[in-house]
């Protein structure tokens, strides 16, 4: 083998592995605002936290097992009677819509918030679903 080739050979690897570099971090970040980054939904979650806890009621109710359950059923808690009836079920899909815009999706509603990045909201319902199970 001659050095030419030799060097071709080299350099055809290298370029190999920057691509599979570049593939990889292309599939680590994955499409935006489908998958939701649970230790960053914890710091924007203190933002929920002037009003709300995982186990206490506060100025909103409790958000113990809140992925999966009837919107207005925390025992003890005050809720707006349009919440209450809603029918509302906080499907992952009901608490991105919820979380864009309350008032949108209950007009009555008392919970006066907004997350408008869909990215952060993907990330606090993420952490909502490891961490208030
Ligand atoms: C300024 C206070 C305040 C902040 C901040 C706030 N909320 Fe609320 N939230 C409320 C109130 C009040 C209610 C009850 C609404 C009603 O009864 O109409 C509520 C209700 C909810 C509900 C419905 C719960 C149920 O049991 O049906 C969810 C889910 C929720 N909030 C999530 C969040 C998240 C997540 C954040 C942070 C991104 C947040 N809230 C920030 C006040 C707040």
């Given at each position: ?35 939701g980054d649970a230790a ?21 109710p409790m958000h113990k ?5 009837k919107a207005g059923s ?60």
């Open positions: 083998m001659n050095v030419w080739s030799y060097f071709v050979r080299l350099r055809s690897t290298a370029s190999l592995a920057v691509a599979a570099v570049a593939l990889a971090l292309l599939c680590a970040a994955g499409p935006a605002g489908a998958t960053r939904g914890q710091t924007l979650y203190k933002g929920c936290a002037d009003c709300h806890s995982i186990a206490e009621n506060g100025v909103g097992g809140v992925v999966g359950r925390v025992p003890g808690y005050d809720y707006s009677p349009d919440l209450k009836n809603s029918g509302i079920v906080w499907t992952e899909d009901n608490l991105d819509k919820w979380l864009t815009g309350p008032q949108a999706m209950v007009p009555e509603t008392k919970m006066f918030f907004d997350v408008p990045d869909a990215q952060d909201r993907a990330d606090i319902i993420a952490y909502l679903k490891e961490k208030a199970r």
